[in-house]
Nanobody, 122 residues
Framework: QVRLVESGGGLVQAGGSLRVSCTAS????????MGWFRQSPGNKRELVAAISAGGDTYYADSLKGRFTISRDNAKNTVHLQMNSLTPDDTAVYFC????????????????WGQGTQVTVSS
């Protein structure tokens, strides 16, 4: 079992930056693929970014260049740095984990956090 707890969400003005974090407990963190997803009202949950155990990253095309995913295996934590935020980035951001990279990228990881709200005001 893997337990994921997100933190760092909040309210930010358009053009600003925010970093959300996810701390994992349970199964060995360093072997997990980690991902960030988001869901806004009326929309499906979508992949934002993923990072492999070895640090390889994958981003949704529309977010490349603005968002950066990173991990700190010593602290069992994965971060998502979000820059140049717009109101369209407003969503609940979810952390996810799985042992398989493809499973995370295709949106079907086994473990999910509760989510953290990010609101970008115009």
């Amino acid at each position: 079992q893997v337990r994921l707890v997100e933190s760092g969400g909040g309210l930010v003005q358009a053009g600003g930056s925010l970093r959300v974090s996810c701390t994992a407990s349970g199964r060995t963190f360093s072997s997990n693929v980690m991902g960030w997803f988001r869901q806004s009202p009326g929309n499906k949950r979508e992949l934002v970014a993923a990072i492999s155990a070895g640090g390889d990253t994958y981003y949704a095309d529309s977010l490349k260049g603005r968002f950066t995913i990173s991990r700190d295996n010593a602290k069992n934590t994965v971060h998502l740095q979000m820059n140049s935020l717009t109101p369209d980035d407003t969503a609940v951001y979810f952390c996810a984990a799985d042992s398989d990279f493809r499973t995370v990228v295709t949106g079907e990881p086994n473990y999910w956090g509760q989510g953290t709200q990010v609101t970008v005001s115009s």
